[in-house]
């Protein structure tokens, strides 16, 4: 055994972005994820730049080690082969509309008749037991809706989405979560059940200590930019050639950052003593700090920080962070060999388990790669049986 | 059986809040944690802000659902009784400084051979199988060398700390998952496994597009605020009251919005036609949206949009968030009854399983709460016994 989910099988409806993100983490882990995608189309993120030789890059970065099935489930073959794979799966994953697998005839409720110990997992806006079940969930919208854009950003500055798409990768590695705890409970009671993640509840419950703040004392928490709340100085720094992050913990850490910015004076001055002093004092210290550190260049200056014993590190952008040689000893960004779009590199997962190494992937599928093994290894279907479904369009 | 960890003790000697994220999400699953914290004082985030009667409600927040064991691992008696909780053990976690627990004589390779079984996880900065272990492992230092800073917050500002900690909130799940995983493997196989889990690969592994972005084209991501990078209108706009998000996807979405905000010529400008159109043309579009939005109150707006099918929602902050019907109906916020600070309210799990209802929380131990019971009930020890460690200030 190599992979700790070997011999699970994954039937994957997901696409865009959050149950993919969920079902990339299984397929890391060894389970064998079929991704069923609409004939002709396919997932809607095949079509997302950036492109290598017209195949999304998008696509392959989080749908590498699985296999794409093509299957139409409005045509009632579709529905019956979906169903004869049900019985031969674990685990089915989806994250359309609520309702949608329900008005197909496909919903939890239809499939668990089929195959009592199957996993149904979904992911949607808003839950699917919910006031607002049809209200869409695009990231932008549980980034709003769940707390976290009135909390990052500037004080003097709008709200700020993350980056990233958060809300969607919060909710698939919660998924991923929920699925490994449902195979357990089902190894041992031999029952499977249905899981329902919310994107909204998934970014409310990362707010860390913005809720109990509310919740304990009533202060609404805003934006405070990149500062920590209640340790100074512990924030972004401008330097001559980008950013940079400095934290001084303490107030040892202090004395030594003083030495380095060559402001001795400041280890005792009356304002800045303790951590409770630099903190209420802060507006007047940033500046003191800025002025040294708008003079280095930045992979200097945290050398020189990190050297001394101050924690500090580079905003780093993706130029620096693919020639980061922990990156590298770490194989945090991995290359798979894609048959039209050659070698591609994305973000390897950063799951390290010494038993199971993550030293290679597979390239993400072509549309419908798998169809034919699926059914004739899966089904048992036989060539004339797939070549008919294919006229039809059925797969 | 009514929650999937039943039966996975874990000894956590996890601190602040990366390990104690992994260790809350298996205990919120059912999971048996002991919390192993320092005789006299405990955890440093006991000591953080907001406090209720003394106790911090932020140490609630993540340990809820955990026992408290107090033991000095470094006197030889309280590695011993360590020792003995390993082989009653299926998991030890922890995110001290590497080496810290190989120099009391308890990493990895000491522990499997007392148990072979075991699964023992740490988190950390840059990785335990690093080039730069040491380096201290803060939020802010994995935001920024992860490169989640440098893309997040406006083309103008900044780079910006998302703000929340998902340095370490990412690092702790990808934990979770990773345990998830081996607890698999060792019930298949019989033997326990090391987990490495770095908080720089963990952000870097969440940064979607960006990679790709850069390894297949050459371009450096960087800030582009709110917005979606090539859909428009996809962005955050001012109310009169507040701020909102709108997404429109689609050109059936841009009509009906157009008519919403009483600029139909705008449906067939030819400068705003295609959704290439508007996000080639958007810095022009963006006031005409705004200067509707500004006069509009944002939950009004957004029940007006949401009605005709446009994709909106309010950017919540925790007093809109504590009233909102899904989150009740969903208990996304749950109280504890503490029996020193009393009923206090924080973020739920976001895992829906139907089996296994997440509707009640056990409060956060004081302490050194559960110290007599593990050694009682675990090791069989006679309160004699107990005295004489509790004399040596061993618990």
Redesign the interface.
Known sequence: ?TK??EGIRVLDLGHV?AMPTCTM?LAD?GAEVIKIERPGSGDDSRY?????HGES??F??INRNKKSLTLDLKQEEGKEIFKELVKKSDVVTENFRPNTMEKLGLGYHDLKKINPKIIYASICG??H????QQ??G?D??A????????????PD??????????GD???G??A???I??????R???G?G??????M???V??????????????GE???????R?P?IAP?D?F?AKDG???I?V?NDSLWGKFCKIIHQEKLINDPLYQTNDLRSKNYDQLKPLITSWTKQQFSEKMVALL?KEGV?????????K??R????K??N??IQMDHPKAGK?????????????PNDTIDASPILGEHTEKVLEGVLEMSQEEIRKLKDKKVV
């Open positions: 055994m700790p989910l972005l983490q882990l997302f730049g950036p492109f290598v890059a998008y392959m970065s808003f839950g037991y919910s006031v607002d209200r869409p695009y932008i919208i980034q709003a809706s769940g707390g976290i854009m009135a909390i990052t950003g500037y500055g709008p709200p700020t989405r993350v980056g990233s798409s958060i990768i919060f909710s590695s919660f991923t979560i929920a490994l705890a449902a195979l357990r409970y190894d041992i009671t029952e059940q249905e899981i329902d993640i919310s909204m509840d998934s409310l419950s990362v707010l860390e200590n913005a809720v109990v703040r509310y919740t304990v004392t609404i928490p805003t934006r405070i930019g990149s920590h209640s512990f972004l401008e950013w940079v992050v934290a913990g990190t924690p500090a590190a580079e905003v780093s952008t993706m130029d962070i693919v980061d040689p922990n990156i000893m770490r945090m960004l591609v590199t994305v973000a390897n997962s950063p799951i390290r388990l010494s038993k199971c």
